[in-house]
């Protein structure tokens, strides 16, 4: 069984920047990170290979976010640059239970979640 804890989610202008961190215990694989906003469905964000060497990101993020882990801590974080009101929601990190190959940007591809962070960007 794995568990999964995000912190650094908040409230932020436009144009700032937060740090999401997802603490694991147990083993973790390929990794992502995934938003919902009120009324709508869960969505992809960003995804990092368990070595760290692969990333995926949603177009609306690319350039603005950044992905990375840190295997030594079970840790991956989500760094959110330029953050816009758009990008207000809950957001949840996720990892697979496995190593078989998955499409990254698919909520069922992943085996545990943690209980999200809110991050809240006002205009």
């Known amino acids: 069984q794995v568990q999964l804890v995000e912190s650094g989610g908040g409230l932020v202008q436009a144009g700032g920047s937060l740090r999401l961190s997802c603490a694991a215990s147990?083993?973790?694989?390929?990794m992502g990170w995934f938003r919902q906003a009120p009324g709508k469905e869960r969505e992809f964000v960003a995804a990092?290979?368990?070595?760290?060497?692969?990333?995926y990101y949603a177009d609306s993020v690319k350039g603005r976010f950044t992905i990375s882990r840190d295997n030594a801590k079970n840790t991956v974080y989500l760094q959110m640059n330029s953050l816009k009101p758009a990008d207000t929601a809950v957001y949840y990190c996720?990892?697979?239970?496995?190593?078989?190959?998955?499409?990254?940007?698919?909520?069922?591809?992943?085996?545990?979640w943690g209980q999200g962070t809110q991050v809240t960007v006002s205009s």
């Open positions: 996720a990892t697979r239970g496995d190593r078989r190959s998955a499409y990254y940007a698919s909520t069922y591809s992943y085996d545990y």
């Open positions: 990092i290979s368990w070595s760290g060497g692969s990333t």
């Open positions: 147990g083993r973790t694989f390929s």
